[in-house]
């Protein structure tokens, strides 16, 4: 009986060293060294996060109560990024100082950064068990397939140092393709984590561009007959104010053999820049998203490519906050644009976990991978219940659009609804073999 005791306090004790509280005192003391030394002339956002998490009550929840606790009321998905927000700004700061004033301080300060971060990263440990998963219906997917065999473009921009790990962990990424001299961002690494965190055998192609070449970009993606799936979080190409020509050309083409997935966006407001029906019952002004301008550009494909062969394999995700039950404050809707509704799906971008960044994402960036990976899952599903490549692909959209799940927010905000995979892959089989139901 004692030797059993004797276990289970070990196993307590030893949780409770790997799971360590975060230290507020000590991530105060970091704070006030860099302020100092940088030194900090502005207010800043981490003294509200220690003070909000030192007033948290969170042994006052259990179970789901707790995750809409920390996660709807405390918006905790969001403070890491916010420390690191502010450490990077900090590190710049720094650097305006005399050399001899960094090399005399950078032990110190080197240090209090190293703690603070330890302090960013305990946060997310400690909330990660309460933010929700993937709402996808896609668990019975999952044990059927991977994504083996399917080839995904990831067009984005990435941090080659961080994609080299990728790649050292994961065999089926591919080397990034450059075009130009695009710049470095860790933005598509995060797409890449999550499109593996689903379909974990599919094969990666990173392919990165800058401005002036992104017409060679979309050319090779073309020219790919491998890749089934490309995936876009970025916005079309513009050009003396319209959607540039050379680009639709290739994207109209793409469409005629490849699924093809994009973030709507992130302008709070619906394609024509009316606010979302959120911000406006919140009393909430326009965003003033840069990246306005891609709206009245998917609005020129939509209509220039209506009806058109192919045009159904674009697919739009749209952001929903973190438990699926709202539109994110910053999403992009579909509005009243019939062509928008009709390829557009519902996915909460919101507090998504990337292993790249170490912090928790938010942004339709982050619903249009898993979008994609579900597709690289069903086309795997395709390839082994017998259909062809060029049946697959019309036949997996077919089976995405048909089976969306209707949300209670009406489809000017959430388009055709919620992604439901397993009905999906019930919809694949059913017209492969008949009307057999499988459940």
């Known amino acids: 009986m004692n030797k059993i005791v004797f276990v289970v306090l070990l196993i307590v004790f030893s949780v409770?060293?790997?799971?360590?509280?975060?230290?507020?005192?000590?991530?105060r003391s970091s704070l006030q060294v860099i302020k100092a030394l940088t030194p900090w002339p502005w207010e800043e956002p981490v003294t509200p996060i220690l003070d909000d998490y030192l007033a948290?009550?969170?042994?006052?929840?259990?179970?789901?109560?707790?995750?809409?606790?920390?996660?709807?009321?405390?918006?905790?998905?969001?403070?890491?990024?916010?420390?690191?927000?502010?450490?990077?700004?900090?590190?710049?700061?720094?650097?305006?100082q005399s050399e001899d004033y960094q090399e005399e301080n950078r032990l110190a300060f080197e240090s209090a950064l190293a703690d603070?971060?330890?302090?960013?990263?305990?946060?997310n440990d400690l909330l990660y068990p309460y933010v929700p998963g993937y709402n996808l219906k896609q668990h019975n997917l999952v044990r059927h397939f991977d994504g083996e065999g399917i080839v995904i473009g990831v067009f984005d921009l990435f941090d080659p140092v961080r994609l080299q790990e990728q790649r050292e962990q994961n065999p089926n990424i591919e080397a990034e393709v450059q075009f130009g001299d695009p710049i470095t961002f860790l933005h598509g690494n995060t797409v890449i984590d999550i499109i593996l965190d689903i379909a974990p055998k599919a094969t990666i192609v990173p392919i990165s561009t800058e401005s002036k070449t992104y017409n060679e970009a979309m050319a090779y993606m073309r020219s790919r007959d491998d890749i089934s799936v490309i995936n876009m979080s970025r916005a079309f190409h513009i050009t003396n104010d319209q959607l540039d020509p050379e680009f639709s050309g290739h994207l109209s083409h793409i469409l005629q053999s490849k699924i093809f997935t994009k973030s709507i966006g992130n302008t709070g407001t619906d394609l024509n820049g009316e606010n979302t029906d959120v911000r406006k019952r919140l009393g909430l002004p326009p965003l003033g998203s840069f990246f306005t301008y891609d709206l009245d550009l998917i609005k020129a494909f939509l209509l220039q490519n209506?009806?058109?062969?192919?045009?159904?394999?674009?697919?739009?995700?749209?952001?929903?906050?973190p438990f699926s039950d709202e539109v994110s404050l910053t999403a992009t809707v579909p509005g009243y644009n019939e062509l928008a509704i009709n390829r557009s799906f519902a996915i909460s971008g919101d507090a998504v976990y990337s292993a790249s960044s170490q912090n928790f994402e938010s942004g339709s960036s982050f619903a249009a991978p898993q979008l994609a990976a579900v597709s690289?899952?069903?086309?795997?599903?395709?390839?082994?219940?017998?259909?062809s490549r060029g049946e697959a692909v019309p036949m997996v959209v077919q089976a995405l659009q048909g089976t969306a799940r209707h949300s209670h927010l009406g489809a000017n905000n959430t388009g055709l609804g919620f992604v439901d995979a397993h009905k999906a892959l019930v919809e694949l089989i059913r017209s492969r073999r008949g009307p057999k139901y499988i459940h």
């Not at 603070?116 to 946060?123: A, G, I, N």
């Not at 062969?309 to 906050?321: D, K, T």
């Not at 599903?381 to 017998?386: C, I, L, P, Q, S």
């Open 306 to 321: 209506q009806g058109m062969p192919g045009s159904q394999n674009l697919m739009f995700a749209i952001n929903l906050q």
């Open 116 to 123: 603070l971060d330890l302090f960013r990263q305990e946060l």
């Open 56 to 96: 948290a009550e969170f042994d006052q929840y259990q179970g789901r109560a707790k995750s809409l606790y920390m996660v709807d009321e405390l918006k905790m998905h969001k403070w890491g990024q916010s420390i690191t927000e502010f450490t990077v700004l900090a590190e710049l700061l720094y650097t305006f």
């Open 376 to 387: 690289a899952l069903l086309l795997d599903a395709a390839d082994h219940y017998g259909y």
């Open 16 to 27: 409770k060293v790997l799971a360590s509280d975060p230290n507020v005192d000590q991530a």
